[in-house]
T-cell receptor
Framework: GNSVTQMEGPVTLSEEAFLTINCTYT??????LFWYVQYPGEGLQLLLK?????DKGSNKGFEATYRKETTSFHLEKGSVQVSDSAVYFC??????????FGAGTRLFVKA | DAMVIQNPRYQVTQFGKPVTLSCSQT?????MYWYQQKSSQAPKLLFH?????FNNEADTPDNFQSRRPNTSFCFLDIRSPGLGDAAMYLC?????WGSGSSYEQYFGPGTRLTVT
């Protein structure tokens, strides 16, 4: 079946550090891939997306590239800020009405 | 701005006392979802509406029901809340997945339910 595996947190970084959150997936067909972010006490917000192999999604300094050969969609940011502290969810959609979410990775950024 | 609105943001109910959570959207999306989320775990899909068609997830307890009187509004009814139903409830919308869109979901801010 379809599934998403992302690195366990929490991830703790100092401000301006480089961020990578790993995400790999298992899916039949050609899924669309997403990163959602959830700030404390809020709902999920779409951070970025990619709909086909080799697409790069980007937003607010975050990037992720859809790698079909490695079934991965790792999230990166070159310089994190305290305001990036949140929970990040990798997700995939293959059709129908169900999005498969990873377990989430909590990021803490220290000033 | 087009958005998904949930009311109330915080709801306290007593064990066994029915409670209704509401969601409205100004995005005019066909599809509306209800998720349950505990302690920043992955959201768990309870059910969704595609227009007026209701689709229940197989493992959603009978205690959870939903109504969608029109395109804009959707309600989550918990008939007899137990302590284990304390959670964040998230409403989300999306376009029809056959519409050629990339099918991202738009979430409301959530309602945090406490059961005493």
């Amino acid at each position: 079946g379809n599934s998403v595996t992302q690195m366990e947190g929490p991830v703790t970084l100092s401000e301006e550090a480089f961020l990578t959150i790993n995400c790999t997936y298992t899916a039949t067909g050609y899924p669309s891939l997403f990163w959602y972010v959830q700030y404390p006490g809020e709902g999920l917000q779409l951070l970025l997306k990619a709909t086909k192999a080799d697409d790069k999604g980007s937003n607010k300094g975050f990037e992720a590239t859809y790698r079909k050969e490695t079934t991965s969609f790792h999230l990166e940011k070159g310089s994190v800020q305290v305001s990036d502290s949140a929970v990040y969810f990798c997700a995939l959609f293959t059709g129908g009405f169900k999005t498969i979410f990873g377990a989430g990775t909590r990021l803490f950024v220290k000033a | 701005d087009a958005m998904v609105i949930q009311n109330p943001r915080y709801q306290v109910t007593q064990f066994g006392k029915p409670v209704t959570l509401s969601c409205s959207q100004t995005l005019n999306h066909n599809v509306m979802y209800w998720y349950q989320q505990k302690s920043s775990q992955a959201p768990k899909l309870l059910f969704h509406y595609y227009d007026k068609d209701f689709n229940n997830e197989a493992d959603t307890p009978d205690n959870f029901q939903s109504r969608r009187p029109n395109t804009s509004f959707c309600f989550l009814d918990i008939r007899s809340p137990g302590l284990g139903d304390a959670a964040m409830y998230l409403c989300a919308t999306s376009r029809d997945w056959g519409s050629g869109s990339s099918y991202e979901q738009y979430f409301g801010p959530g309602t945090r339910l406490t059961v005493t």
